[in-house]
T-cell receptor, first 109, second 113 residues
């Protein structure tokens, strides 16, 4: 079992729709959870972090965490073509971050 | 947050040669991380570089192939040795904070011909 799992996609949504990206993790002791966006040919950039159960909103982005279910998600409202990228979920491990394989998101105009 | 400068940004190298990638951080950090990202793949951790001690390598990566230096708390290098076309990848250095996550350099796009 992979430590951090994501659906590789691609996830295609029309412009203006809500994109929902999901991630599950195996280490119940994890405390910090992160979402990164990576454009093709670029480095990953942090877009959201979450540490407590529930929702955390930042602009069009909402991160949701459910530690009991070991599940973290990212919602992107009013999706734009510029949101098209690979989204990486990361979870803190013993001394390093553990990254999922990433979900490719395509927003069609 | 940390600002990381990585160079070179890209290179095309002949097989059998070596390339050293440099990573400079704008603040002192205990650990620096080196990742590889093969085309269409996610990040794979190569090793963790600690100042004052040997780097810790992940399964599948060895020091002879990927020697790492960490001479001080703001700088690290990764060398890709005796390169083959299979080493063509993007190589990324990063620093991590438990609460802020990871910050990455710009990456080095390596093509081995």
């Amino acid at each position: 079992q992979k430590e951090v799992e994501q659906n590789s996609g691609p996830l295609s949504v029309p412009e203006g729709a809500i994109a929902s990206l999901n991630c599950t993790y195996s280490d119940r002791g994890s405390q910090s959870f992160f979402w990164y966006r990576q454009y093709s040919g670029k480095s990953p950039e942090l877009i959201m972090s979450i540490y407590s159960n529930g929702d955390k909103e930042d602009g069009r982005f909402t991160a949701q965490l459910n530690k009991a279910s070991q599940y973290v998600s990212l919602l992107i409202r009013d999706s734009q073509p510029s949101d098209s990228a690979t989204y990486l979920c990361a979870v803190n491990g013993l001394y390093k971050l553990v990254f999922g394989a990433g979900t490719i998101l395509r927003v069609k105009s | 947050s940390a600002v990381i400068s990585q160079k070179p940004s890209r290179d095309i190298c002949q097989r059998g040669t070596s390339l050293t990638i440099q990573c400079q951080v704008d603040s002192q950090v205990t650990m620096m991380f080196w990742y590889r990202q093969q085309p269409g793949q996610s990040l794979t951790l190569i090793a963790t570089a600690n100042q004052g001690s040997e780097a810790t390598y992940e399964s599948g990566f060895v020091i002879d192939k990927f020697p790492i230096s960490r001479p001080n708390l703001t700088f690290s290098t990764l060398t890709v040795s005796n390169m083959s076309p299979e080493d063509s990848s993007i190589y990324l250095c990063s620093v991590e904070d438990e609460t802020e996550g990871a910050f990455f350099g710009q990456g080095t796009r390596l093509t081995v011909v």
